[in-house]
């Protein structure tokens, strides 16, 4: 791997594990709890029962699939690896490009923010993953 490409895959570990931290914390956590009724009556607009079982589900979900992403983002760094690696790229882009699109239509833009960026490492890292190993 190139410096560029190592930097890279290290700047976009470090945005993955941040970026779990935040959907850990939004969608397990806050969304949950403020769709299922904490906050002031007169100021909610009424939502389904479903709502908070949904943030729930989609937050383990995306969350599951980061750590499953920086898992094989770690191990690209390894020679052996690098073939695994091909995967957790396609697994952690198909996350941020949601992510990318939620923040877009719900005005949540710390989400927009971190996809944006993390897209952009990814996109360093695309080259290398799918490069043809000799030997």
């Known amino acids: 791997m190139t410096r560029s490409s190592t930097a890279a895959l290290l700047g976009a570990m470090a945005?993955?594990?941040l970026e779990t931290?935040?959907?850990v914390l939004f969608f397990c956590i806050a969304m949950p709890l403020l769709a299922g009724g904490i906050a002031f009556e007169d100021e909610m607009?009424?939502?389904p029962r479903y709502v908070p079982y949904g943030f729930l589900f989609a937050g383990?979900?995306?969350a599951g699939?980061?750590?499953?992403?920086a898992r094989g983002l770690w191990a690209m760094q390894s020679p052996r690896g690098a073939?695994?690696?091909s995967s957790a790229?396609?697994?952690a882009g198909a996350v941020q490009i949601m992510l990318l699109?939620?923040?877009?239509?719900?005005?949540?833009y710390l989400f927009t923010l971190f996809a944006a960026a993390v897209l952009a490492l990814l996109a360093v890292l695309v080259r290398p993953a799918f490069a043809k190993t000799a030997g």
């Open 89 to 91: 790229l396609v697994g």
């Open 15 to 17: 945005l993955i594990l």
């Open 60 to 62: 383990i979900v995306l």
């Open 65 to 69: 699939v980061n750590g499953w992403a």
């Open 83 to 85: 073939s695994r690696g």
């Open 45 to 47: 607009a009424p939502t």
């Open 21 to 23: 931290i935040a959907i």
């Open 101 to 108: 699109g939620f923040g877009l239509l719900s005005g949540e």
